[in-house]
Nanobody, 125 residues
Framework: QVHLVESGGGSVQAGGSLRLSCAAS????????MGWFRQTPGPGNEREGV??????????YYRDSVKGRFTISQDKANNMLYLQMNHLKPDDSATYYC????????????????WGQGTQVTVSS
């Protein structure tokens, strides 16, 4: 098992930046594939994949709407995952979650076994 805790959310104006962090503990020696997801409130709103990164820290991948604005990185020595978000838009407002999976390359939430509690991001226009 791996335990995940997100931090770094907040309120910013459109065009601003935020950096989310995800601290992992537990079985961190396993080669987890990590991802960031977001979810807005409302019936039928599912968690959508923002991006992910392979267990070796290479080849991050992103959903089209955040490419060029968001960057995923990790500090494996300290079991940290980051999401740098630049040029934020109101549509980016959501609760953001980090998650861990045993297989890489997917932004399908069902493939991720472990989740953090989420951190709220609000972008005002």
């Amino acid at each position: 098992q791996v335990h995940l805790v997100e931090s770094g959310g907040g309120s910013v104006q459109a065009g601003g930046s935020l950096r989310l962090s995800c601290a992992a503990s537990g079985d961190t020696r396993r080669p987890w594939c990590m991802g960031w997801f977001r979810q807005t409130p409302g019936p039928g709103n599912e968690r959508e994949g923002v991006g992910g990164i392979y267990f070796d820290g290479r080849n991050p991948y992103y959903r089209d709407s955040v490419k060029g604005r968001f960057t995923i990185s990790q500090d494996k020595a300290n079991n940290m995952l980051y999401l740098q978000m630049n040029h934020l838009k109101p549509d980016d407002s959501a609760t953001y979650y980090c998650a861990a999976a045993t297989t890489c390359g997917s932004l399908d939430a069902e493939k991720y076994a472990y989740w953090g509690q989420g951190t709220q991001v609000t972008v005002s226009s």
